[in-house]
């Protein structure tokens, strides 16, 4: 279920060693990771790591729960009507996200529509030169 509002929770015991000890972490709305992605100009990226430690930052919290973030990500990906560039959200080295409309393919195509270099790494598609697009 997507959050309407942004909630900040305790860090559960069993999360504590994900999230390097207790305290708070926000399950972001979809509202607020699409305030984030909309910033993100043509041919520049943003990695699930560092939008999740933006997010954890914003809520001055030890982090940003994984599970809602990529709930969020896949709800605005998968709403034509939200407008929201999330092809221009990759994973922490690069590598493309299949679980987006048309899976990798079709974020590697608007990707490389906005000057962005594709390169296939086994079975897995990837940007090339990551860092110069951050």
């Known amino acids: 279920m997507e959050n309407e509002q942004d909630l900040i929770?305790?860090?559960?015991?069993?999360?504590?060693?994900?999230?390097?000890?207790?305290g708070k972490?926000?399950?972001?709305?979809?509202r607020t990771v699409a305030a984030r992605i909309t910033q993100i100009p043509p041919g520049s990226l943003l990695t699930t790591d560092r939008l999740r430690r933006e997010l954890a930052a914003q809520f001055g919290v030890q982090g940003a729960c994984p599970v809602t973030t990529k709930r969020a990500l896949q709800a605005l990906a998968n709403d034509p009507e939200a407008g929201v560039p999330t092809w221009r959200v990759v994973k922490q080295k690069g590598d493309l996200l299949a679980y987006f409309p048309g899976g990798e393919a079709g974020q590697a195509a608007l990707l490389r529509a906005e000057g962005v270099e594709i390169e296939s790494k086994g079975k897995a598609l990837r940007v090339v030169n990551l860092s110069e697009r951050l």
């Open 25 to 30: 972490i926000v399950l972001p709305s979809r």
């Open 9 to 22: 929770v305790d860090i559960k015991p069993k999360q504590e060693r994900y999230f390097g000890g207790p």
